[in-house]
């Protein structure tokens, strides 16, 4: 599991399994998969290792929904003008 930053575009972020943490950032600096170009240099952010795929899978998820409801989160406090992101409680 790792997540890689771009070090130049605002927003460039990839968050995706891996064995190989050098591998893919070289992948992911080469242009590799094509979506990837437009965000060079890409940096190493964090990495952790998990003990089966399964969990590392499940972290993923995780992470890429945490990301997406942070991202709308972020939209509605600037059209709102705020300047923090208020507490959203999940209704369950």
Partial sequence: ???????????????????????????????NPANASKFLPWRIVT?????????AASFEVISIRFRARFRQQTLLV???GLR?????????
């Fill in 1 to 31: 599991m790792c997540i890689l930053e771009s070090e130049v575009a605002e927003g460039g972020r990839y968050v995706g399994m891996t064995s190989d943490l050098k591998r893919r950032l070289a992948e992911h600096n080469s242009g």
């Fill in 47 to 55: 990495h952790m290792a998990f003990p089966d795929q399964a969990k």
């Fill in 78 to 80: 600037t059209a709102a």
């Fill in 84 to 92: 923090k992101i208020p507490r959203f409680s999940k209704k369950r």
